[in-house]
């Protein structure tokens, strides 16, 4: 059996008396979609800061394809290929869409010999053009960020974190705030992504959910409350009664009886 991509053994995160995420050990198979879902407050999003390295685990272990990371810091993490997206959308609205994804690209690279400079700009340029045509971009190109729809300001953000090449994609609530339209758009891109990138995608959007993920881990307040496919969590009674009685979830009852 092939080694996880994402392993988590004990993991645990408190805040004071609070705990976020508690004791959770989790595997994460490569060459699939992973959706975690659970009501507010249940650890969806303190999880992806554990393994970003943006916030130390209060104890357990986090390994990535075999290799322990836990205590590392968020630019080691990224190094290793482990990339994600923020709820809070983080573009340079004054610069280009292309800008937006040049940047990126080049950021940390530094090169003294003008020749492996001007390689590294027509690598980039070509790259760029790869993303702006992944997220469907391409005809905004020219385009100030601050000009886009919250959709494409999204998807932008899904470029910046898809250009330096990662091989786990961390997306954290992508079509939150989307048209229909633009979310449609958007479960299309990130199906494509999920051909060459192994995707983790934190969701609300219960038709997002069970139209695109492969596995789907429920946490409950920051514990594993049930893990298996889409077929199988729509019928976990223990899933329908973590979100039944709460209005802004009803959602999810009504896209698990089709699933």
Known sequence: ?????????????????????DNLSINLAGGRVHA???????????FFNLVSGMLSPSGGRV??????ITGYRPHEISRLGIKRTLQVKSVFPELS???????????GRRFLHPFRRAASDLETK?????ILEQIGLS???GRPA?????????????????ISEPSLLLLDEPTCGMSPAETNRAVEKIRDLARTIDIVIIEHDMDVVFGIA???TVLAQGAILASGRPAEIAEDERVREAYLGRPEDEDFVEEAAHA
């Open 1 to 21: 059996m092939s080694e996880p991509v994402l392993r988590t053994e004990g993991l645990i995160k408190r805040f004071g008396g609070l705990t976020a995420v």
């Open 36 to 46: 975690i879902i659970g009501p507010n407050g249940a650890g969806k999003t303190t």
């Open 63 to 68: 390994f990535f394809r075999g290799r322990d």
């Open 97 to 107: 869409v292309a800008d937006n994804l040049w940047i990126t690209r080049q950021a």
């Open 126 to 130: 070509s790259h760029v053009e790869r």
């Open 139 to 141: 005809a905004l190109a």
């Open 146 to 162: 601050g000009t886009l729809s919250y959709g494409d300001v999204a998807m932008l953000e899904i470029g910046m974190a898809v």
């Open 214 to 216: 492969d596995d789907i």
